[in-house]
């Protein structure tokens, strides 16, 4: 179910910016039993994302007040749910350059949630390593924008029904996330996870896993991570805000124990509170 | 005036997953006298395009079919127009991993010529060198594909009326194109243009300039090309479907003669025919 600048409808202008050149940014946010969960820094990213492609600043309070209008009329009663939220741009022009005094869009929706992901925290995942890199861009590294053909050429290269999520690097092999979550491996008791200021997205579940790091005393070291220091980690995981922490127990050839002392610790921070 | 899968409409599902991800390929033609120009090289393009994003095939008789239909009924009697076409994977599923099964959207549109490119031809044009820079990923270098954050954020650069184009380079400070156009240099008689293997589009108009350059006997070097040396260069030219070649009178704050000679040659050739 969907609202499309306030009003139920399933259809956009098709001269609407996001279609001609993913022109905006989104957000997928967990709703438990109606509360969106971690909605500051999903509004906080969107804020900065739309700062950083030059697009007009979302009503932050509308957008809340519209999800929580679908919530009621749609989700009532439903435990979990995925709320997915799109600003564009807007509609209109031919060609790359933003026409003057455009009106963004928003989309605000509801899906149903993953089944899939009750298995997974039992069992834990297996990765593979994706052919497909992210290309270096600093200007649009961190936001959650619209041009995700990197991602989706990366997850359409498995067909193995074993394989669950693919691990990315960058042109120069570093390791920068999954396709659809952040990575994080544990050393020797420490945290390290792939910076992010080149390409990847700052996810505001990996932020919030930084934070139960610190609240934990882990120390967590932020920094450019080769493939190879991955299959000598003693415990992998990843994480994004509809599946929170999910432990890793294959990446390519490689088998990790699950679920991992310290990966078990943080999903409990990080699973109970926002 | 927009086809969209074949019916008259201006509308499509918000499911779409160019709205979502820009998940897809377009073209940009010049219709001259009902005829679309270049056609076959779009074609070819397209199909390429839609090959290395594993969408399916588009049905390139169909869409000629109603790309005239559109010109009968809409634009019939207009000398030039400008014709778009968008193939997107589809429409459905939440997450970037493609659903098996899911059937392509095609959109025909007609667009008005843009009038400013008349005087563009007296004088020449102005560029601006962008600070936003393009990223390198052989995976989607050279097809004219949906995610156009770059060139948008390029295009938004300049506010001077005085401007008419930006000029982009990769990461490495290497020349590749323009916003919307291919450059091209001449130096010492012979003809330079960046090399499009790791990013950029490779453009139809590009394509027949170099077959014009053989055809005149010029040399053509197809290489990595950095800003200094265009500084330097006898002449300096953009080109794309829409405008064909354009002279370049100004880069940043160096001057060209125009019309240079070779230029010239080159355009009489491209304008004239097919």
Redesign the interface.
């Known amino acids: 179910m ?1 609202l ?1 600048n306030g009003v139920v ?8 910016r ?6 905006g940014v ?1 957000e ?1 946010i967990a709703v438990f039993n109606g509360q969106p969960r971690g909605w500051h820094r999903h509004m906080q990213r969107l804020v900065v994302g739309c700062a950083k ?2 697009i007009s600043q979302p009503d932050t309070g509308q957008l809340a007040s519209e999800a929580r209008q679908l919530y009621k009329d749609y989700g009532e009663g439903q435990a979990r749910l ?1 709320l ?1 939220l ?1 600003i ?2 807007g509609s209109g022009g ?5 026409a003057a005094g455009v009106a963004p869009t928003r ?1 605000v ?1 509801l ?1 149903p949630w993953p089944e899939h992901a009750y298995d997974w925290y039992k069992v834990g995942i297996r990765l593979h390593v994706c052919e ?6 600093p ?2 590294a961190g936001i959650k ?12 290269e498995w067909q193995d029904k074993d394989i669950d999520e693919g691990l990315m690097c960058n ?1 120069q092999g570093e390791v920068i996330a999954g ?2 979550s952040n990575v994080f491996a544990v050393i020797d008791g420490s945290l390290h996870t792939p910076s992010l200021g080149q ?1 990847g997205i700052t996810g505001t579940m990996r932020a919030r896993v930084i934070e139960a790091g610190v609240e934990l005393g882990i120390r967590i070291n932020e920094r450019a991570i080769q493939l190879e220091e991955l299959y000598e980690a003693d415990e992998l995981f990843v994480c994004n805000s509809i599946l929170s922490i999910v432990a890793v127990r294959q990446l390519g050839e490689h088998h990790y124990a699950v679920p991992g002392v310290v990966t078990q610790r943080l999903a409990a921070i990080t699973r109970e509170r926002e």
């Open positions: 969907m499309i409808g399933h259809e956009l202008p098709a001269t609407d996001a279609v001609h050149y993913g022109d989104f997928t492609l030059g995925v997915k799109i564009s741009r031919r060609g790359y350059r933003p989309i929706a899906y497909t890199r992210l290309a270096c861009n200007a649009l924008h619209l041009n995700r053909l990197e991602n989706i050429l990366a997850s359409s042109m396709t659809m390409c």
